[in-house]
């Protein structure tokens, strides 16, 4: 365990066993807290890395979080593997965690190997679904979320929620697209996932379709079961698609729990 220092930014990660790299990355509002069981059985087979995105978990507390967050967390990304000395990794991002592997596979192609990009919104987050998203969290701080992000978090919980929240309502002000419409760019194997029951993300079928379809090597999975995070929700289906996917470049279909 550690912390990555870049500017005013401060990233918290761990590491997990031996062997070709995995670098996984939580949702938004979460922390690698979400992703200690996987860690721990996805280090059987890989090195893990998993982290605390700008502001979240352990890592250092801002102020604001940056506008341009997704590709930022990115950058962070990019030099933790350079101070490891990892020079090409898998990478598998959960929610706004996939928003930001894709980034990295955008931005820095000769340094990623395979990517999976699970449950995420896709593309775009308009500006009303970004207020949606605030007033939702909003219920959920006073309706049992709390102790969720406090778990995640610590006593400060509702900073970090409150910024991330901002910070969407701003990117969604600023930016018309989570990818600066560079998916085209990706080079890499990307495998694209999510629950057609999906209760946080409409229209996730049409969504995560039109990012494959923008993708050269990409393959997608959306199954009729599971929630949010699909790779959660279905563990075992997942982890067994997964290392499919990561060991073999390949995409085996397995029997539904």
């Known amino acids: 365990m550690g912390y990555y220092i870049k500017g005013a930014y401060q990233m918290y990660y761990e590491i997990y066993g031996k062997g070709e790299p995995l670098l996984m990355i ?6 690698s807290l979400m992703l200690k069981d996987e860690a721990n059985y996805y280090s059987n087979y890989f090195k893990v890395i998993v982290v605390d995105m700008i502001g ?13 967050y997704w590709k930022e967390n990115a950058k962070m990304l ?5 101070k490891e000395g990892i020079n ?13 592997a894709l980034n990295f596979a955008i931005n820095y192609p000769e340094n990623t190997y395979r990517v999976i990009a699970d449950s995420f919104v896709g593309e775009k987050l308009s500006l009303q679904e970004a207020n949606t998203i605030k007033k939702e969290r909003e219920k959920a701080k006073n309706n049992g979320g709390s102790g969720f992000w406090s778990y995640m978090h610590g006593e400060d919980w509702e900073k970090v929620i409150d910024a991330d929240t901002n910070m969407l309502i701003n990117y969604a002000k600023t930016y018309r697209n989570n990818f600066h419409s560079d998916l085209d760019k990706i080079g890499c194997p990307v495998l694209i996932t999510g629950s057609l029951k999906d209760e946080f993300i409409d229209n996730i079928e049409k969504r995560l379709c039109n990012v494959a379809k923008k993708i050269k090597h990409s393959i997608i999975l959306l ?12 563990k075992n289906f997942f982890r067994k698609v997964a290392l499919n996917f990561l060991k073999e470049n390949t995409l085996i279909p397995e029997e539904r729990e």
């Not at 939580?26 to 922390?31: D, I, P």
């Not at 979240?56 to 341009?68: A, I, L, M, Q």
């Not at 990019?78 to 350079?82: A, M, N």
């Not at 090409?88 to 930001?100: C, P, W």
């Open 26 to 31: 939580h949702g938004s509002t979460a922390s």
């Open 56 to 68: 979240h978990g352990k890592s250092e507390r801002v102020k604001e979080f940056p506008v341009d």
């Open 78 to 82: 990019r030099g933790l593997c350079k």
């Open 88 to 100: 090409r990794v898998n990478i598998l991002g959960t929610s706004g965690g996939a928003i930001v």
């Open 223 to 234: 199954s009729p079961d599971g929630v949010h995070p699909l790779m959660l929700s279905k």
